[in-house]
């Protein structure tokens, strides 16, 4: 059946935006390309990605986004909803998408389709927000692309390149233009440098093909810190301003200018500075004083304007108002301690450990923090997150954003993470302390008890310091009574099936200073197993250590790596039933590597079996090479955690 001319024009109409519109040759040709070869999983390819960046004397800068992907499995209809991002100093000139079905339909989408939004949640004021824009037809086999140009006037001139995604890329592109007698630099992380074409006057393109894509694995760095990438930097030559930020060195003098004169103490914060010291007679204590206010009593709130983004507010504003981002709070602090005689520096860094790579300097922070001068007498007064540096000399590292961690610890994100120190007129790029174990201890104590016929009756301490009680806090705090409640049924239940909860007590909780301590009663019908006339238990009661990360059977490509050290020790006495006693114990468990060990061990006293097991984890990382390790230490484990004692009634 033919449809007429009118009816036609009805139909279009009724689509989300009219078909059979004009698609551009380059979009077609990238549709044409073969596939390259990928894991039959593969959600979806990208058949071109092409990023062009063109320089302006003017300062202003044009880039141009390509991208044309195929959809393989449902799971890539992600692919058909593009985000762009704009601020008061990145505006959208123009934004164009397009599809062609698995049928041959097309379709075309503009700028005036997409939805406009706020960047995040939780920042107060922005001038940074995004456009998303949905592509009609995003099915498998559909082939989905747009073309957006940003137009900027950015603070720093530098482009990043991320040319490596989780799905393959069949062909990636990087193509700057620059005005006469511009110069540029390029840093690539995670990939061999690659040389440019230079393809006419001003104007070079790198070329990628064939990018295999990052295979998502559980437990491996963020992606951020595997994937391939590259920075360019472009400044003027010799006769022009250079702008470019070519070292780390470089950019702590840039950023040393934005803040410089931002953490003045006003009469009003020496006011607050003398009340909170009152009485006060070490530095030590008297930085821990104005540390916990600025962490406690100042809100985080996030604010990007403009320059903003990366420059502190001053630190009367943040007194004043009593709310502040990152780098806020850390300056408000710095201007504290400045009160008392204290030096402090800015410390930029990435909440996500990796991401920073010593050979790429670049503006890829989303933190700031401070390290602290070092007071002679604070050798012995808790402080854990310490340096001897022989440039920036003896400071200790705080977050005064977080507010879980207690003083004198670190974050675990940000230990063994690299982050540039902004002392004086330069800076350094250093390594943050990783803690060691013993810091981040957590010890469970049960007395148990079964009856006759198998009902386990327990009574439970846990006492928990560093991480451990950070990562508890954060969940608990703020949670109602009742889900506070489905807490700990849930996490005794991940252990004993059909065990009731009959009471607990937190103590601690509110106090990030001290170890936070659980106590918790419960019992569980037919936690021992009665057969033949025999009783078996698991004498690991409670918690798991174990994991079945290396179980799967994809090669594992990335190392694997772990929130913290950590020392964690299981100590259970069990009261044997009445008529009951042990007729066989488990072997003992022994596994020990660089990277950790295990160790359980299973005697009897009189009437009581007692079980005892120490976790130990001394490094955030597991490198490839150890990774069969790996296995066999999460194997050991799990054979522990389910081995049965043996019980036999008495003769």
């Given at each position: 059946m033919h449809l007429s001319r009118w009816a036609l024009l009805l139909l279009c109409i009724s689509l989300?935006?009219?078909?059979?519109?004009?698609?551009?040759?380059?979009?077609?040709?990238?549709?044409?390309?073969?596939?390259?070869?990928?894991?039959?999983?593969?959600?979806?390819?990208?058949?071109?990605?092409?990023?062009?960046?063109?320089?302006?004397?003017?300062?202003?800068?044009?880039?141009?986004?390509?991208?044309?992907?195929k959809i393989l499995r449902p799971q890539g209809r992600d692919q058909g909803t593009i985000v762009v991002f704009a601020d008061n100093e990145t505006r959208i000139a123009s934004l164009k998408a397009w599809s062609i079905t698995a049928k041959g339909q097309e379709f075309e989408v503009k700028e005036k389709d997409a939805v406009e939004t706020g960047l995040s949640e939780g920042v107060l004021y922005a001038d940074n927000r995004k456009k998303v824009l949905q592509i009609p037809g995003s099915e498998p086999g559909a082939i989905v692309g747009y073309e957006y140009q940003q137009r900027r006037r950015p603070f720093v001139l530098e482009d990043e390149w991320f040319f490596q995604e989780d799905i393959p890329v069949a062909l990636g592109r990087m193509i700057l233009r620059l005005p006469p007698s511009w110069e540029f630099k390029s840093y690539w992380s995670n990939h061999n440098a690659v040389e440019p074409t230079a393809t006419r006057q001003g104007e070079w393109t790198w070329q990628l093909q064939n990018v295999p894509a990052i295979d998502m694995q559980r437990l491996m760095p963020p992606r951020?810190?595997?994937?391939?990438?590259?920075?360019?930097?472009?400044?003027?030559?010799?006769?022009?301003?250079?702008?470019?930020?070519?070292?780390?060195?470089?950019?702590a003098v840039w950023f040393n200018h934005l803040s410089s004169d931002r953490n003045q103490p006003t009469p009003d914060i020496q006011q607050q500075?003398?009340?909170?010291?009152?009485?006060?007679?070490?530095?030590?204590?008297?930085?821990?004083?104005?540390s916990t206010f600025v962490q406690r009593d100042v809100r985080y709130v996030e604010i990007k304007i403009g320059i903003g983004g990366f420059q502190p507010h001053p630190a009367q504003d943040i007194f004043f108002n009593r709310y502040g981002d990152c780098k806020d709070k850390a300056t408000l602090l710095s201007a504290m301690l400045r009160v008392i005689g204290v030096d402090s520096y800015y410390v930029l860094?990435?909440?996500?450990?990796?991401?920073?790579?010593?050979?790429?300097?670049?503006?890829?922070?989303n933190h700031a923090i401070l390290?602290?001068?070092?007071?002679?007498?604070?050798?012995?007064?808790?402080?854990?997150?310490?340096?001897?540096?022989?440039?920036?000399?003896?400071?200790?590292f705080f977050d005064p954003t977080d507010q879980?961690?207690?003083?004198?610890?670190?974050?675990?994100?940000?230990?063994?993470?690299?982050?540039?120190?902004?002392?004086?007129?330069?800076?350094?790029l250093v390594e943050l302390p990783l803690l060691p174990p013993t810091l981040n201890r957590f010890l469970r104590s049960g007395q148990l008890s079964l009856s006759p016929d198998g009902t386990l009756t327990a009574t439970v301490q846990e006492v928990r310091m560093g991480f451990p009680a950070a990562l508890r806090r954060a969940e608990l705090l703020g949670m109602p009574e009742a889900a506070r409640r489905r807490f700990f049924e849930d996490v005794i239940s991940a252990s004993v099936s059909g065990a009731t909860l009959v009471d607990y007590q937190i103590e601690g909780l509110n106090d990030s200073g001290s170890n936070l301590i659980f106590k918790y009663r419960f019992f569980a019908p037919n936690y021992a197993k009665?057969?033949?006339?025999?009783?078996?238990?698991?004498?690991?009661?409670?918690?798991?250590?174990?994991?079945?990360?290396?179980?799967?059977?994809?090669?594992?490509?990335?190392?694997?790596?772990?929130?913290?050290?950590?020392?964690?020790?299981?100590?259970?006495?069990?009261?044997?039933?009445?008529?009951?006693?042990v007729d066989e114990l488990p072997s003992p468990s022994s596994s020990v590597f660089g990277f950790g060990q295990y160790k359980s061990q299973f005697k009897t006293q009189g009437n009581i079996l007692h079980y005892q097991r120490d976790y130990q984890i001394n490094q955030v990382e597991v490198p490839v090479d150890q990774l069969s390790n790996l296995k066999q230490f999460f194997r050991d484990i799990a054979e522990d955690e389910s081995n049965t004692a043996v019980l036999k009634k008495a003769e």
């Open positions: 989300p935006t009219c078909a059979f519109a004009g698609i551009p040759d380059w979009f077609r040709e990238a549709a044409r390309s073969p596939l390259p070869s990928c894991p039959e999983d593969t959600r979806a390819v990208v058949l071109l990605s092409d990023q062009t960046t063109t320089v302006r004397d003017s300062g202003e800068i044009d880039t141009v986004y390509r991208r044309v992907v951020e810190a595997v994937a391939g990438w590259a920075a360019l930097h472009y400044y003027p030559g010799q006769n022009g301003q250079r702008s470019a930020r070519d070292s780390w060195q470089d950019i500075v003398a009340k909170l010291t009152a009485g006060l007679t070490t530095q030590i204590d008297k930085i821990r004083a104005l860094i990435n909440s996500s450990r990796g991401v920073i790579h010593a050979e790429v300097p670049s503006l890829a922070f390290a602290i001068r070092l007071p002679p007498e604070a050798s012995d007064a808790g402080i854990y997150s310490n340096m001897d540096d022989p440039q920036i000399g003896q400071v200790f879980v961690t207690p003083f004198g610890f670190l974050p675990t994100s940000l230990q063994a993470n690299l982050g540039l120190v902004v002392a004086g007129a330069g800076g350094k009665l057969v033949s006339g025999l009783m078996l238990v698991r004498p690991r009661v409670l918690g798991q250590k174990g994991d079945d990360v290396m179980e799967d059977k994809k090669k594992r490509e990335y190392p694997v790596e772990f929130d913290h050290t950590a020392l964690e020790t299981d100590l259970f006495d069990i009261v044997l039933p009445a008529g009951f006693t």
